[in-house]
């Protein structure tokens, strides 16, 4: 750890990372320009060229304290993959040399049976490949080179969540490039999707954590009733940051900023023990890589504090649940954001055009923008508190809303004027309000300058979600572009699309309240979807829209699709009956016993009294009895359930079937065997309880 006094902040970012700079640096020129040449116009590396980058890049590492490399890559479990190769190579004296080529850059040759397929590959056929990705930066961790790749079969089959993202980022510029020609804007090469992705987290006492199989096993609790205080007040969010969970922070931020990720705010959430931090915008697949490395630091900078770092999206009933906030613009190479308004949106027509693109995007493949924010942990969030519901649809505030209503009418508009702040205090500033208002409950709102997609659950890789959005504002994009170049009179041709377009996705811009009930039954009227479980939503994946979507633009083959629809399924399966088997396990062997011991000490005391005297009032004692009886009784059954349920799985017919059975079947009859216990909680001795309460596990750091 550096010491601040004697090494700033601007030293130690990216120290760790084989960025721009350090090539500039260590390359020679024509070497360089080349590698730059790559990452900025998407153009393959020669080999010659790649083993001249090795040797500079291994020879920074080693200066790191680097011994080993690997190609990192993102395989469709969702989290990174690595195999560590050291740099040494055997000489004939018997001694080592330090070596790495080229090739050994470029390609790499992980277990592709190791990882999911989909049906893609058997099981025997192991041979896979990885590919660098000139794109991202490479960067040390440990002792070891970390090279961020591709992931592919031997048969050139996708098998990760980094080729589709790429692919749909090149869609999207070709498209974008296109529009932006029409406005005479021949400089502009290459358009880049931006993200900021938010994180939000949970930090536990270790200790208990450890004593939590529930947590250890599933990520979240199975068990747990409410405690005195939950997240009322609203009082933690923007709170004081505790002195241990700052250092924590101090720490975090840190090591990132090493690693060349621009951590930027850290607060508290509103649930107790939450909080959250957020980095500044960079492309669209840095930030993927990014943000896997976020989650691994926070988990391992909180083991060294003595503290566990929770990332399921919903750890705790009854309190919030954790998102990532997925912020996504899109940015030319000559460095114009093509999603701000400017100060006059109402005459900007290629911001319209963008944000009109972008907006039917999400209305005509809204099933799409649910898929991929869908898993057994988001299930529970989203809808619940601070979350946004499964229903998607799309916040623009007052201004824009008028404009494109405008649009629609024909009815003109007077330029909103910029409305000041005033405080009413002489010494205090007096600023420019923003033209949108956030709206917290929609699923995906403008924010000033950029969309954020608020779905996210907080451990899932943001690739799936932006490869989607990527493809699906290509495609809209694309049609644009195709209308617009046959047009002889441009301006007319903008004005009469973009009426087009605003009629036919009006629908899907909605300004109020996504929790009321009131929005539920408008969004049926309006013929949004309410996909509300996962096995809903998967059903919707493989439609022929999407299908051909996908190929058309080159992401996905059919058979790239029908196997991650197998793998999303199986992973939603694996996941419910994980928690079930934990729930069956904690029951019988934890919750049971104690509350039976706790029964047998009632019991005991109930027949003390009843022997010293027929007087003594034994009102309790007996209460308690057959209340804790009556629970454990309760609780026995809906456990014989819970197993029956889970003998029922053999019986359904494709992986489908077997997602709503887990979830219409498997699910309630876990939460039936939590509710006795959870009420048992309440009323066994806490010597007794056989774990952490929430009251211990959430307010004890």
């Known amino acids: 750890m550096p010491n601040s006094a004697k090494e700033s902040v601007s030293d130690l970012f990216g120290s760790k990372v084989f960025n721009s700079s350090v090539m500039r640096q260590r390359l020679p020129k024509q070497i360089y320009k080349s590698v730059l040449k790559t990452i900025n116009e998407d153009l393959p590396l020669e080999?010659?060229?790649?083993?001249?980058?090795?040797?500079?890049?291994?020879?920074?590492?080693?200066?790191?304290?680097?011994?080993h490399f690997t190609h990192w890559f993102q395989p469709m479990t969702g989290i990174t993959a690595e195999k560590h190769d050291s740099f040494i190579s055997p000489t004939a004296d018997g001694k080592i040399?330090?070596?790495?080529?080229?090739?050994?850059?470029?390609?790499?040759?992980?277990?592709?049976?190791?990882?999911?397929?989909?049906?893609?590959?058997?099981?025997?056929?192991?041979?896979?490949?990885?590919?660098?990705?000139?794109?991202?930066?490479?960067?040390?961790?440990?002792?070891?080179?970390?090279?961020?790749?591709?992931?592919?079969?031997?048969?050139?089959?996708?098998?990760?969540?980094?080729?589709?993202?790429l692919r749909s980022m090149e869609a999207l510029s070709d498209q974008a490039v296109r529009i932006l020609k029409l406005f005479g804007k021949d400089d502009v090469k290459k358009v880049t999707t931006t993200i900021g992705a938010e994180q939000e987290y949970f930090l536990v006492e270790r200790e208990m954590y450890?004593?939590?199989?529930?947590?250890?096993?599933?990520?979240?609790?199975?068990?747990?009733?409410?405690?005195?205080?939950?997240?009322?007040?609203?009082?933690?969010?923007?709170?004081?940051?505790?002195?241990?969970?700052a250092k924590y922070m101090d720490e975090l931020d840190k090591e990132l900023w090493k690693l060349g990720i621009s951590s930027k705010t850290r607060h508290n959430e509103v649930?107790?023990?939450?909080?959250?931090?957020?980095?500044?915008?960079?492309?669209?697949?840095m930030a993927t890589d990014h943000n896997q490395l976020i989650m691994e630091m926070m988990q391992r900078v909180a083991y060294r504090h003595n503290l566990a770092c929770l990332l399921h999206e919903k750890p705790f009933e009854g309190v919030n649940g954790s998102g990532k906030h997925n912020n996504w613009s899109m940015a030319t190479n000559t460095g114009e954001n093509l999603l701000d308004p400017t100060d006059n949106p109402a005459d900007n027509k290629q911001f319209l055009l963008f944000l009109c693109a972008t907006i039917e995007a999400v209305y005509k493949y809204?099933?799409?923008?649910?898929?991929?924010?869908?898993?057994?942990?988001?299930?529970?969030?989203?809808?619940?508190?601070?979350?946004?519901?499964?229903?998607?649809?799309?916040?623009?505030?007052?201004?824009?809303?008028?404009?494109?209503?405008?649009?629609?009418?024909?009815?003109?508009?007077?330029?909103?004027?910029?409305?000041?702040?005033?405080l009413g205090v002489k010494s205090l500033p007096s600023f420019i309000v923003d033209a949108t208002d956030r709206n917290r409950t929609s699923p995906f709102a403008f924010t000033g300058n950029k969309f954020e997609f608020r779905m996210l659950g907080s451990n899932q890789s943001i690739s799936g979600p932006n490869i989607t959005l990527n493809t699906i504002v290509a495609d809209v994009l694309e049609d644009f572009a195709d209308t617009l170049e046959k047009a002889s009179d441009l301006d007319a041709a903008i004005d009469a699309l973009l009426k087009e377009s605003v009629e036919r996705s009006k629908n899907i811009v909605f300004n109020g309240n996504n929790y009321s009930d009131e929005?539920?039954?408008?969004?049926?009227?309006?013929?949004?979807?309410?996909?509300?479980?996962?096995?809903?939503?998967?059903?919707?994946?493989?439609?022929?829209?999407?299908?051909?979507?996908?190929g058309k633009h080159g992401i996905f083959t059919k058979t790239e699709m029908a196997?991650?629809?197998?793998?999303?399924l199986e992973e939603y399966c694996m996941t419910i009956n994980i928690e079930a088997l934990t729930t069956l396990d904690l029951a019988?062997?934890?919750?049971?016993p104690a509350a039976i011991t706790y029964s047998k000490e009632v019991g005991e005391s109930l027949l003390v009294k009843k022997n010293c005297s027929d007087a003594i009032d034994v009102t309790v004692e007996t209460a308690l009895l057959k209340k804790s009886s009556a629970l454990l009784a309760q609780m026995y059954q809906a456990i014989s359930a819970l197993e029956t349920a889970l003998e029922g799985v053999e019986g359904c017919d494709g992986p489908q079937a077997e997602a709503y059975y887990f979830c219409n079947t498997v699910i309630p009859a876990m939460n039936a065997v939590r509710e006795p216990a959870d009420a048992l909680e309440m009323i066994v001795a806490e010597k007794y309880w056989p774990f952490p309460s929430y009251k211990d596990i959430l307010f004890y750091v």
Not at 48 to 64: G, K, S, Y
Not at 563 to 568: G, M, P, V
């Open 47 to 67: 080999e010659n060229i790649a083993d001249v980058v090795a040797t500079a890049m291994m020879d920074w590492a080693i200066e790191q304290g680097a011994t």
């Open 366 to 422: 809204s099933e799409l923008m649910r898929i991929s924010v869908a898993s057994a942990g988001n299930d529970h969030r989203l809808g619940a508190n601070e979350a946004p519901p499964a229903i998607v649809s799309v916040f623009l505030g007052e201004q824009l809303t008028a404009i494109l209503k405008s649009i629609a009418t024909g009815e003109k508009i007077t330029n909103a004027k910029d409305l000041v702040m005033e």
């Open 519 to 550: 929005w539920v039954e408008e969004a049926a009227r309006r013929g949004l979807p309410n996909l509300k479980t996962t096995p809903a939503a998967l059903e919707t994946f493989l439609l022929e829209k999407n299908v051909e979507l996908f």
């Open 271 to 285: 649930a107790p023990s939450q909080h959250e931090m957020a980095p500044i915008f960079t492309s669209t697949n």
């Open 588 to 592: 019988k062997q934890e919750i049971i």
């Open 97 to 165: 040399i330090m070596e790495f080529s080229g090739k050994e850059l470029i390609k790499g040759e992980p277990d592709a049976s190791s990882f999911p397929s989909g049906g893609l590959r058997a099981t025997f056929e192991a041979r896979g490949y990885t590919a660098w990705d000139p794109t991202s930066y490479a960067f040390v961790k440990g002792t070891t080179l970390y090279i961020p790749t591709v992931f592919c079969s031997y048969s050139g089959e996708v098998l990760d969540k980094k080729t589709p993202l």
């Open 210 to 245: 450890k004593k939590r199989k529930d947590i250890i096993l599933t990520g979240r609790s199975l068990f747990g009733a409410k405690p005195p205080k939950g997240q009322e007040k609203d009082d933690h969010y923007f709170g004081k940051i505790r002195g241990r969970v």
């Open 563 to 568: 196997s991650r629809y197998e793998i999303l």
